[in-house]
Each structure stands twice: as structure tokens, then as C-alpha cells.
């Protein structure tokens, strides 16, 4: 009898599609170049099996073993509240469904909930657990020492590895670099045009987090100034953090704290320069940060999927003399003027070309340090082959 094939799974489990493209390139890539082994993906929505899909094309998809993650229908109906305040249903997902997820060999997430798992599995179970991050930012979280649980982990670049092994959150021997799986997924030269002018367009990308977030005192006096007769030099694209809409309220685990975030204002979406999407694909596929001339965030790592092309960047800070924070300054701050309030803001962007010039090498250097680029093998090739090829000690 043949021996039967290692299986790797890869966890999609989230309620929205964000984390989908910095694993989808690896399981194309696992199921093509790797056929001796056994590739399945376990789905917890309709909506991120869709965006799966559609980045594996319909020859892979038909090649995977597909796991459906679903709750039970009156499981997910007394979920739906409780979820709107804090990710139950996610939780709940992994342990209606330990049992099946411990068949893996490898399991392979681009979060960290997943080590739950091995709360629920026996003392033991052999099940490897491989971690990709879903971005290459700088906050302490990307460094929680529960990291450590992770049997390997696959990093976009030097930056990572040296932090996970200066902290002692892993071993050496149990860190890969690849480089950057989602920029498989994407055409880096695209230069999308989304407004019927000429003028700079700037992207305003805030996160969610209560605490760190510049949305919630900040970001409507921005869209403010965007629409008025000065703003409405510029265009700005309003694409925030995509979880930053899927609740009102919002509760900081971390900071043990609560705000309610400002909604949409109707004179902000008649405003012709001004672009807002809160909950549409453009927001994870990155349309957004190639199409800006120009980046305003706070302490998303997607500064650093802009800065795949050095451009002016600004960023708020609203957080670091707060006692309650456990960020320091960010490195990727070093790209860009750092502000504490709005009105710092309209001599920055109207000078944003000679700013982006200063900080141009800046840039360059520490997008270097954060990927790591091979011109003759994928980011998501390589990370196959060190899935492919690791076995613990």
C-alpha cells in the first residue's frame, strides 16, 4: 500500500477577506509544485472562499480539498450579536471544528487565534503549526510572545527574523525568510485611475484600533479640509483598516478600552474628490496604495505595501504619550512627516513632493529591510518549499 500523502492545511478563518492574499499565493503554489502532497484549504466564510477563489483561478480551485468551517445555523444565529463587539464566532469555528483541523499534518494561518487549537488538541498531537503574517508592520502585537507556540514561522524579510530572535520569541532554526506572499497576487506596476482629474491623490488609510487610530479624533477633520475649497486641490481616497466599519463600537482587548467610531458624513461623499470605501475589495487587493500619490495613516502595516514605490507619506500620532500604550516610535515612521493633529497637515501635502524626496531613502531602505525580493523564485514558491521541508526537532 502507498504511503499516504502529508496534509497541509491552510486556515482562512477570519470575517473578513484581508488575510486571504498572504496565504493564497502559497497554496497555488504548494498545490502545483508540491503535488506529492495532500493540499486542503479550511474556509470560514462564503465571502473569503470567494476572494480565495478568485485569486487561485479555477484550475487550482478544482485541485484543493475545500473544508467548509461553517457553524451550525442556530450556532451562528445566537453568535451574530456577541460578534458585532468581539471575533466569538472566530473562536468558535476552531473549536466546533479541533477535531477535524488536528487531522493536518501542517496547519498553516496568517494568525495567531489558531494556537487555540492546541488548547483543544491531546498533550502531544503532531500537528505542525505554521505561522504567515498577514502584513510586515512594526506593532508590539506582531511580536506577542504567544508567537512562541508556532512551530515555524515564514517572514517577508530581515526586519522580522532579527525582532522574533533579539525578543527570543523563536528559535533560529525556526524561521524562514520568504519575502512577501501577497505580492504574488498582485500587479505592482498597475497604476489605477480613479478620479477624472489630474490632481495628487492621497490615501487615507487609519486602522481600527480605539487607542491607535487617528479615525476617531482626527480623521473627520481630515475629510473635512479634503472637501473644502483648499481640500479639493488634492483628491484622497478614504480606505481604512477593513474591520474599522464592520463595527460601530469597538473594544481594545488589548488597552481595555471602548469608543464608538464616527460615521460616514453625507457632505463627504458629495465631495468629487473624495473616494470612500469602507467595505469593498479595493480595500485588501492593494488598488488603493498603487494608485495614491501620496499616503496618511497612523499604525497600519499597509504603509509598507505602499511603499513598493517610494512616495511622500504622513502619519499621525495620537498614541505614544498616552501611558497606556505599549508602541514605541515605528520604524516605518521613519518614511514620513509625523503629525499629532490635523491642521500640521495642508502645508505637508501641499508641499508633498519635496517631503516625499526627503524621506526618499529612508523609504527605500527599510522597505529593503522589511522584503525580501528574489528575482527567480516567488515569495509564495519559497514559503511551499519551507513548508514542504521542515519537520521539527
Not at 481594545?252 to 460616514?264: F, K
Request: charged share 25%; net charge positive; glycine share 4%.
Amino acid at each position: 500500500m502507498a504511503p499516504s500523502k502529508r496534509k497541509i492545511f491552510f486556515l482562512f478563518n477570519h470575517d473578513a477577506p484581508h488575510q486571504v492574499a498572504h496565504l493564497a499565493g502559497i497554496v497555488r503554489a504548494m498545490t502545483v509544485e508540491r503535488p506529492d502532497l495532500d493540499t486542503r484549504v479550511a474556509v470560514g466564510t462564503p465571502v473569503i472562499a470567494a476572494r480565495l477563489r478568485e485569486i487561485l483561478g479555477d484550475r487550482v480551485s478544482a485541485s484543493v480539498t475545500w473544508i467548509d468551517l461553517a457553524l451550525p445555523r442556530w450556532m451562528e444565529a445566537t453568535l451574530s450579536l456577541p460578534n458585532r463587539l468581539a471575533p466569538i464566532k472566530r473562536i468558535m469555528r476552531l473549536d466546533h471544528h479541533a477535531t477535524l483541523l488536528g487531522e493536518a499534518d501542517t496547519l498553516v494561518s496568517a494568525e495567531r487565534t489558531c494556537l487555540r487549537l492546541l488548547r483543544k488538541w491531546p498533550a502531544g498531537h503532531p500537528t505542525r503549526m505554521v505561522h504567515v503574517p498577514h502584513g510586515a508592520g512594526d506593532r508590539a502585537v506582531t511580536y506577542h510572545p504567544a508567537m512562541q507556540d508556532f512551530d515555524l514561522m515564514l517572514v517577508s524579510g530581515l526586519k522580522a527574523a532579527r525582532e522574533l530572535l533579539v525578543r527570543e520569541i523563536i528559535r533560529s532554526d525556526r524561521v524562514r525568510i520568504i519575502g512577501y506572499p501577497k505580492f504574488d497576487t498582485v500587479d505592482l506596476g498597475a497604476r489605477p485611475r480613479l478620479f477624472d482629474n489630474d490632481n495628487p491623490v492621497f490615501l487615507y488609510n487609519p486602522h481600527f484600533d480605539p487607542l491607535l487610530s487617528s479615525w476617531y479624533d482626527e480623521g473627520p477633520k481630515l475629510l473635512d479640509w479634503f472637501a473644502s475649497p483648499e481640500g479639493q486641490s488634492f483628491n484622497v481616497i478614504f480606505a481604512p483598516h477593513i474591520m474599522l466599519f464592520r463595527k460601530a463600537i469597538h473594544v481594545s482587548p488589548e488597552y481595555r478600552m471602548v469608543r464608538r467610531r464616527p460615521d460616514i458624513r453625507s457632505h463627504w461623499r458629495a465631495a468629487p474628490n473624495i473616494l470612500i470605501d469602507v467595505d469593498g475589495p479595493h480595500l485588501v487587493d492593494m488598488t488603493y496604495t498603487l494608485a495614491a500619490d501620496g499616503y496618511i495613516g497612523d499604525v497600519s502595516s499597509q504603509i509598507y505595501e505602499f511603499l513598493v514605490r517610494p512616495r511622500p507619506a504622513f502619519f499621525f500620532d495620537r498614541f505614544s504619550q498616552d501611558p497606556r500604550s505599549k508602541e514605541g516610535d515605528l520604524p516605518f515612521w521613519q518614511t514620513g512627516d509625523v503629525v499629532t493633529g490635523v491642521e500640521e497637515l495642508p502645508a505637508l501635502i501641499t508641499n508633498h513632493v519635496a517631503r516625499g524626496a526627503h524621506f526618499r531613502k529612508a523609504q527605500k531602505a527599510i522597505f529593503a529591510e522589511t522584503f525580501s525580493l528574489d528575482k527567480t523564485h516567488t515569495a509564495s514558491s519559497r514559503a511551499a518549499a519551507a513548508i514542504a521541508e521542515f519537520y521539527p526537532l
